[in-house]
């Protein structure tokens, strides 16, 4: 079993559209949690990190759930440039991280 | 701040050569990573440094691969000899503590074993 799931999509999106996303994580221990953001051949890109109590920034927002083990990840009035794969990331006690395979987001004008 | 640097950028070799990966992190970041991802599959944790130190070697596949980081600097990855499910990319990561976050990925270097 993978250590983190994600739709791998594609989400499609008019621009100005909102779209959200979520991920699950199969390692109760895992202590922190992250979105990054990757462009196609380019290195992953820390977008921010997920705290229990949800957050935002700027037009994201991310959601954790530690009883069901799920991710989230929404987008408000989508822009072209937030076209990119992005990456459910679990970080475990020993610091290592634990990718998903990454939900691929295209925003058409 | 010059961000974390890796060489070459591609690499193609043939199965059974010897390919040799470098990382430069950014100055001052004790700790450096490297990652791997495969066609099709997700990003894996390979190994960790602290300074010269491998704190955590449980992602490397097999002993074809030999990383160092003489001197608690750059970082080398060789693999020897190169298999064709070597081929991805590999990233280096770096952060200036344990754990820290973000941690600076490199633009990877995309090997492909024919």
């Known amino acids: 079993r993978k250590e983190v799931e994600q739709d791998p999509g594609p989400f499609n999106v008019p621009e100005g559209a909102t779209v959200a996303f979520n991920c699950t994580y199969s390692?109760?221990?895992?202590?922190?949690f992250f979105w990054y953001r990757q462009d196609c051949r380019k290195e992953p890109k820390l977008l921010m990190s997920?705290?229990?109590s949800g957050n935002e920034d700027g037009r994201f927002t991310a959601q954790l759930n530690r009883a069901s083990q799920y991710i989230s990840l929404l987008i408000r009035d989508s822009k072209l440039s937030d076209s990119a794969t992005y990456l459910c990331v679990a970080r475990s006690n020993d610091y290592k991280l634990s990718f998903g395979a990454g939900t691929t987001v295209t925003v058409r004008a | 701040e010059a961000g974390v640097t890796q060489f070459p950028s591609h690499s193609v070799i043939e199965k059974g050569q010897t390919v040799t990966l470098r990382c430069d992190p950014i100055s001052g970041h004790d700790n450096l990573y490297w990652y791997r991802r495969v066609m099709g599959k997700e990003i894996k944790f390979l190994l960790h440094f602290v300074k010269e130190s491998k704190q955590d070697e449980s992602g490397m596949p097999n002993n074809r691969f030999l990383a160092e980081r003489t001197g608690g600097t750059y970082s080398t990855l060789k693999v020897q000899p190169a298999e064709l499910e070597d081929s991805g990319v590999y990233f280096c990561?770096?952060?200036?503590?344990?754990?820290?976050?973000?941690?600076?990925f490199g633009n990877g270097t995309r090997l492909t074993v024919t």
């Open positions: 997920v705290y229990s």
């Open positions: 990561a770096s952060s200036r503590a344990v754990g820290g976050t973000p941690l600076h």
């Open positions: 390692n109760s221990a895992s202590q922190s």
